[in-house]
């Protein structure tokens, strides 16, 4: 349920409401505009008389929420979210783009491509410490040892990292050493990890189930949300279809249908979506142009010779050029890159 006050409502007339509802069990969810008040009400709302409520003549109006996502959903945030990560930010204006190898393989690999990427114009390092692999004789990371790695590209070239989290155990270092969390899609269900993110106010990149729907995909969000963390972005990297062509299917319509939805940015990783590098120029302009918030893209220098995932890695040179590319669409949809 949501309250939707008088532009000119009183604030002593907004708490007198809050205090009514918060006495019966209920928790609020408020969000301020300049022409606007909206009192979420999440919990058992079947003990809250809404006519009493609509009573009140600084009340404008009271919208029952259908759906079961309450703090992802946009009726109770109607403006976009921005997370700000640092000096960066994702959502707004200007695209968040995420560069990097799928895995840290060396000190001195990461550094460089990190340096690579940055001169481009990324915004932030993606770069996988712990590999959650299909095989279970696929090279799985490097673990604390990659974290570090990462760190120490931070420290050389200033760029926040990006890198998914496997266990709920890693929660309280991964808060300590990362800039923003990742979820992987293999973990998007994982209500335990989910639970134990939202406790903590980092940043989560959340990456959409193989086969999840917007709802599902929400709820997940909604997890992390409802023990406090707001902090999300949520990432479509490709859904599981009949196609066996391309790795998985990029589903740009998640795009619009999820901003529809939900305030929360949105971001695309056409890297694991096509799983082939010379589909993603073409699947990252595409996601430009549908409004997307953000890129997440695999970059190696030695794509042959990748420890994971190397088929759909581009070169740093072709990373720059893409960026190049980029920037004119950007410009045709008014935002930057």
């Not at 589909?279 to 997440?296: F, H, Q, T």
């Amino acid at each position: 349920m949501i309250i939707i006050m008088k532009p000119n409502a009183s604030k002593e007339s907004i708490e007198r409401i809050k205090e009514d509802i918060v006495e019966k069990g209920l928790t609020i969810h408020e969000s301020y505009g300049e022409q606007y008040c909206i009192i979420g009400l999440v919990g058992d709302t079947s003990k809250i008389d809404a006519s009493q409520i609509e009573a009140n003549e600084e009340v404008e109006k009271i919208i029952k929420v259908q759906e079961p996502y309450k703090k992802a959903n946009r009726l109770f945030h109607p403006l976009n979210s921005i997370i700000q990560v640092g000096n960066e930010t994702i959502g707004g204006d200007k695209i968040a783009v995420m560069a990097g190898p799928c895995s840290v393989e060396s000190e001195e690999q990461i550094i460089q491509l990190a340096k690579d990427v940055k001169k481009s114009g990324a915004g932030f390092l993606r770069g996988g410490a712990f590999k959650p692999r299909t095989s279970p004789y696929s090279f799985q990371g490097m673990g604390l040892d990659g974290l570090g790695l990462l760190k120490k590209a931070r420290e050389a070239t200033g760029l926040p990292i990006v890198t998914e989290i496997m266990s709920p155990y890693l929660v309280e270092k991964f808060v300590e050493d990362v800039d923003v969390i990742q979820v992987g899609a293999r973990n998007m269900q994982n209500f335990d990890l989910l639970k134990e993110l939202g406790k903590t106010k980092t940043p989560i990149l959340l990456k959409r189930g193989l086969s999840a729907t917007f709802e599902e995909f929400l709820m997940s969000a909604e997890y992390i949300m409802s023990e406090g963390n707001e902090n999300v972005i949520l990432c479509e990297r490709g859904i599981r279809t009949f196609e066996t062509y391309t790795r998985n299917t990029l589903d740009l319509s998640a795009v619009p249908v999820l901003k529809k939805l939900s305030h929360l940015p949105v971001v695309i990783d056409p890297s694991h979506a096509g799983g082939l590098w010379w589909l993603v120029e073409s699947l990252a302009k595409a996601a430009v142009a549908v409004g997307a918030d953000g890129l997440m893209i695999e970059v190696h220098n030695n794509p042959a010779k990748a420890l994971s995932d190397g088929a759909q890695s581009l070169k740093p040179e072709k990373f720059d050029s893409l960026m190049k590319n980029l920037s004119v669409i950007a410009g045709a949809v008014g935002r930057s890159i």
